[in-house]
């Protein structure tokens, strides 16, 4: 298992807590802060599914004006606990 922490940037979520399982599930998924209902639904749908699966359907999602949301900040955090694994 792999804990990671990542401090998004540039959305109303401060926090993300990822749990991986050894072969790149996403076993747990938490936001802290956000819309309580959108990021407890994308929490739910992720688990159990490939990591990398989700960080490409996510990554270009947007909210509202801005360039980013907290679906495209969950897959910068996945790319970037997987290429550390790959290090």
Do not use: W
């Amino acid at each position: 298992m792999k804990e990671i922490i990542y401090n998004p940037q540039g959305v109303c979520c401060k926090e993300l807590q990822i749990t991986l399982t050894d072969d790149n599930k996403i076993e747990n998924l938490k936001f802290v802060g956000g819309c309580p209902g959108n990021t407890e639904g994308i929490s739910s749908l992720a688990k159990g599914q490939d990591a990398s699966e989700v960080a490409s359907r996510l990554e270009h999602i947007t909210c509202g004006n801005k360039t980013t949301s907290c679906p495209a900040q969950l897959s910068i955090a996945l790319k970037k606990a997987l290429s550390e694994e790959l290090i």
